[in-house]
């Protein structure tokens, strides 16, 4: 992409969401890379694991032996998950896109509480977690750089419509 966001609209920079969309239908639609249930591919290669909401304790924690009630008190349900095993790294993927003002403002303040509960959840696995914002526009207007640089100052992130492929580790088609 371009210094901006003008232009460069033949590159592909990282998983693109131009709507409140799920990241199997993102990840479908990049060359090279394919779905299969949960398990994304590129040129034939897993290079990922695909969680929403429940499937995230179903999937990846109970198959492993773990009980969230063992370590934490209340099961948080993440928009999108993606563990990347290269790197035994799991993004928590939070998609917030606005058009008026909402609870949604306030709900950006709360990812220090969640990063903390999934780091402690996926400890006993050795798993390392990132909580990651995906964010429309509408969090670009001044009113929301303190609440912005809050999530940075807590370990958190956030990107604008993408995640960058280095961001998650991920192979940059060709």
């Known amino acids: 992409m371009i210094r901006g966001g003008v232009g460069g609209a033949k590159t592909l920079t990282g998983l693109r969401f131009e709507a409140r969309v799920d990241l199997k239908e993102v990840i479908a639609k990049i060359p090279g890379y394919t779905i299969k249930g949960d398990e994304a591919f590129f040129l034939g290669s897993k290079v990922a694991e695909l969680y929403k909401k429940n499937a995230l304790y179903k999937n990846l924690l109970e198959p492993r032996g773990v009980s969230y009630r063992a370590i934490i008190s209340k099961k948080l349900l993440p928009d999108d998950a993606i563990y990347i095993s290269t ?82 580790g991920l192979p940059k088609p060709a």
């Open 87 to 168: 790197g035994n790294e799991l993004f928590i993927v939070e998609i917030k896109f606005q058009a008026v003002s909402g609870s949604v403002d306030e709900k950006l303040q709360t990812c220090d509480f969640k990063n903390r509960q999934y780091r402690k959840l996926f400890g006993p696995l050795g798993i390392s977690v990132k909580y990651v914002y995906v964010l429309n526009k509408w969090f670009k207007k001044p009113e929301y750089k303190d609440v912005l640089e809050y999530v940075k100052s807590v370990g958190c992130y956030y990107f604008f419509h993408t995640i960058p492929f280095d961001f998650l």
